[in-house]
């Protein structure tokens, strides 16, 4: 009996419906509810405008690592024109096969007052004596050997990096250049020029600039000497120089600028 | 009385003790003030044998000898006795002493020096130049060369080398150490143009033509030679082609009349002559081809010798006989502006300096029988007119032909009917002759 009572309340059970719509209803009714103040949230929030950057909160700065204090430039190297995909690009095309010495025929009788004319042979280049630090900020494009990529990550060592600054000490490294100017201009001035009632020690100064090609303009008097015989006469001579020859390849002057003073000494 | 005769004999014993010479001794000082510049101590010092190979001592002898000349011939340099010089052959930057090259007796302001070694025929050069005076940066000038190891190549390389150093302390002028110089001798039996180093060295014949060549001038790019040359139509203008090794066409100067003394322009385009075509002779120009003709002068005597201005291609100096002895003129190319530079004499041959500040010629000043003074070699600033003789007293001198650097004269000394080729520096000074065998005239100095 108790059996048959017990299948009756288990087949009951079985056959009513669970009761799911209260709890359904109740969960669809508080997911609705979060996306509503979701919503409701950030239409309010931008009536309130705010900036919380960073600000005096701990941990809101970024902290940067300076990598390379100059602006990356584009690479030394040119850009890989290969169209084919490669795993390994060459970065530079192979070396030229040496050309071969021209054969001399022993046979051949001379051309009479034939001279051949000896072709022009570039030296070598040798090494600066100071040579200037290359600069390892260029930036990477194109399909290059992987050795190159890390440069741009190469941390600086010190503040000024490992250029040196060479403004200014031209007369230093150069002084063979500056006896040179200081020669030509001498051998052009014409001292005849200058009037004999010019007081003795009288000095005009003047300036001009030198290319590096070596040739001087913009010619000027920069002090005078109260004497005009005298100004013109040491402006004419610096005028008469056509070149001074190259700046010293070593320098790295795009010109020089040059004041030259002109003593009247006794005559 | 015995005091006496004991300061006697004591001064008698100083007297043999301290010789007179002493006393008497004498030094003599040579110096003066407005002298104009001083020029560089320049050492050079002998290059040091890098390699034991068996033709390094000889190219090493001929390097040394001919850089050395150079230097010396160029005429900025006062250059330390190779006796003064210290001892050490540097071969580097590392092993120059340079406070020893400072410090007397050698004095030097700056110092050429390097190394020399012959390999497997190839010679090779390593030559620095150092200021001495600069401790911290000597450097001035670092070269190399590598060159078959013949004695050619290695005066060419110490051409080379001079020409380098000559540039950067010459104040941007090239060196002539590469330059040639073209003449007249009559070594091979008859007048013909020959060709020789600005040294004198290397002297060999151009022309094969058996009759009389005179007055060769060099094209500004060293491919032709114009001359004047006697012919079966008289005296005409011959162009030879050193690239071709043969005479080509000049078809202009060969018209009736002697054709004489041709000139370049400095651009290689146009040629000036003498020709007597109209029955006087006269300046005219021609295309370099030989074409385009035209007449500049047109009085009455002879019109010869042009030169160009090789500055401005624009002014043509020549001799002209229009009032008795012949004199210099100059004039614009195309004929106006005639101006007289000489005031008398007997004045010839001249040439304008390359940067047409100059001329040089060969002037009698008192010309005429038992008149002083001979033919010699002035040089007269245009502008101002004013002259500067050049040789004194040693034979007849003419011809006179610049340097393409400007600072040296070659010319044509006659002595004793014996005619031979010198040079000189632009004042007058380091003259040295460069011919010796035969008869040489008429020089004329390539343009580089």
């Not at chain 1, 009513?16 to 929030?45: C, F, N, R």
């Not at chain 2, 003789?389 to 006659?414: K, M």
Request: hydrophobic content about 35%; overall charge neutral.
């Amino acid at each position: 009996m108790s059996n048959l009572l017990e299948h009756d309340e288990n087949l009951e059970r079985q056959l009513a419906g669970e009761p799911v719509a209260a709890p359904a209803t109740g969960s669809l009714l508080l997911h609705l509810a979060l996306a509503g103040a979701i919503v409701s949230y950030y239409i309010a929030g931008g009536f309130f405008k705010s900036n919380l950057w960073g600000g005096a909160t701990s941990g809101g700065a970024i902290r940067v690592n300076l990598v390379s204090s100059a602006i990356p430039l584009p690479s030394d190297q040119p850009p890989n024109q290969n169209v084919l995909a490669t795993e390994k690009p060459s970065p530079a095309p192979a070396p030229p096969t040496p050309k071969a010495a021209p054969k001399i025929d022993e046979q051949a009788i001379p051309i009479q007052g034939k001279h051949e004319q000896p072709k022009p042979q570039v030296a070598p280049r040798t090494p600066q004596k100071n040579p200037q630090p290359q600069q390892n900020n260029r930036a990477q494009y194109g399909e290059q050997a992987a050795n190159n990529l890390p440069r741009s990550t190469t941390p600086q060592t010190s503040a000024n990096g490992p250029v040196s600054v060479a403004n200014g000490d031209f007369g230093t490294r150069f002084g063979w250049y500056v006896q040179i100017i200081k020669r030509k201009v001498d051998q052009n001035w014409n001292r005849q020029e200058v009037d004999h009632r010019t007081p003795i020690g009288a000095v005009a100064t003047i300036y001009f600039k030198v290319d590096r090609s070596g040739i001087p303009s913009n010619f000027r008097i920069d002090r005078s000497s109260g004497s005009p015989t005298l100004d013109n006469s040491c402006l004419r001579a610096a005028q008469r120089v056509d070149t001074f020859g190259p700046l010293p390849p070593e320098s790295n002057d795009r010109w020089l600028d040059v004041t030259y003073d002109c003593s009247n000494a006794p005559r | 009385m015995k005091a006496h005769l004991l300061l006697l004999v004591s001064a008698i014993i100083a007297a043999v003790l301290f010789p007179a010479s002493r006393i008497g001794a004498q030094d003599w000082v040579h110096t003066g003030t407005n002298l104009g510049n001083a020029r560089i101590r320049l050492g050079a010092a002998d290059f040091k044998p890098a390699a034991a190979d068996p033709q390094t001592p000889t190219l090493k002898a001929t390097f040394d000898a001919t850089l050395y000349s150079d230097l010396e011939t160029a005429g900025i340099f006062d250059m330390v006795s190779k006796s003064m010089a210290p001892q050490a052959a540097p071969g580097s930057p590392q092993e120059i002493n340079l406070p020893q090259w400072a410090a007397a007796p050698a004095n030097a302001e700056m110092v050429a020096f390097g190394a020399l070694k012959a390999d497997n025929g190839r010679l090779v050069v390593y030559g620095w130049l150092d200021d001495t005076r600069n401790a911290a940066n000597p450097q001035v000038l670092a070269k190399q060369y590598n060159e078959a190891a013949t004695q050619d190549m290695a005066r060419t390389v110490a051409h080379r080398f001079a020409d380098e150093i000559i540039l950067r302390l010459g104040g941007g002028i090239n060196g002539i150490a590469e330059t040639k110089i073209y003449f007249v001798s009559t070594r091979s039996g008859s007048k013909e143009i020959w060709a020789m180093d600005y040294d004198g060295q290397n002297q060999h014949q151009i022309t094969h033509l058996g009759s009389i060549s005179l007055s060769p001038r060099i094209s500004p790019d060293n491919s032709r030679i114009a001359f004047a040359s006697l012919g079966k139509e008289g005296w005409a203008i011959r162009m030879y082609s050193l690239d071709l090794g043969r005479l080509v066409s000049f078809p202009g100067g060969s018209a009736g009349g002697s054709n004489l003394s041709p000139a370049w322009s400095a651009d290689g385009t146009k040629i000036a002559f003498s020709s007597g075509r109209t029955g006087d002779p006269e300046i005219w120009v021609a295309d370099a081809g030989g074409g385009n003709l035209r007449k500049l002068t047109s009085f009455r005597g002879p019109d010869v010798s042009p030169t160009w201005n090789p500055r401005t291609n624009a002014q043509i100096a020549w001799v002209s006989g229009r009032t008795g002895l012949p004199q210099i003129y100059i004039m614009d190319q195309d004929g106006a502006n005639i101006q007289r530079m000489t005031d008398g004499g007997y004045a010839i041959s001249p040439s304008w300096h390359p940067n047409g500040q100059f001329l040089t010629f060969s002037w009698n000043r008192k010309y005429g029988p038992g008149a002083p003074g001979g033919q010699d070699i002035y040089v007269m600033d245009i502008a101002s007119k004013r002259w500067m003789q050049l040789t004194h007293d040693s034979g007849s001198c003419d011809f006179p032909s610049w340097s393409p650097d400007g600072r040296h004269i070659v010319f044509e000394r006659t002595i004793g009917r014996r005619s031979q080729i010198w040079a000189m520096l632009a004042d007058g000074t380091q003259q040295q002759q460069l011919t010796k065998g035969g008869e040489n005239f008429m020089p004329n100095w390539s343009w580089k």
